[in-house]
């Protein structure tokens, strides 16, 4: 290989590279928002008033818990994709939230 084509190489694969950690970081990102949305609705939940209320937002909740789960599992294929097998420190920084409100 010559040493143009090598520097070329060199350069892409720190692009690619860049990239990878760029698009994990965005992962972390979208499963912070999520987490804060079911925690928003939870702290709705908690302070509502009625059952028709609590009702609205339990259903509310679920759709932001199974949101947060989504974001949850796309950092986890991308940890998976640049070689991060062990998922330990996503449970430890981003805390799955309870299944239910409450």
Do not use: C, N
Request: hydrophobic residues 45%.
């Amino acid at each position: 290989m010559s040493e143009r084509a090598a520097e070329t190489h060199a350069r892409i694969v720190r692009e690619i590279v860049k990239e990878k950690a760029v698009t994990l970081g965005r992962a972390g990102e979208r499963l912070e928002v999520a987490l804060a949305e079911v925690a928003a609705v939870a702290r709705a939940w908690r302070a509502a008033g009625d059952a028709a209320e609590r009702q609205r937002l339990t259903a509310a909740y679920d759709r932001a818990w199974r949101a947060a789960d989504t974001a949850r599992q796309t950092l986890l294929i991308q940890r998976e994709a640049v070689g991060l097998r062990h998922h330990r420190d996503v449970e430890q920084q981003f805390p799955r939230p309870p299944r239910r409100p409450g």
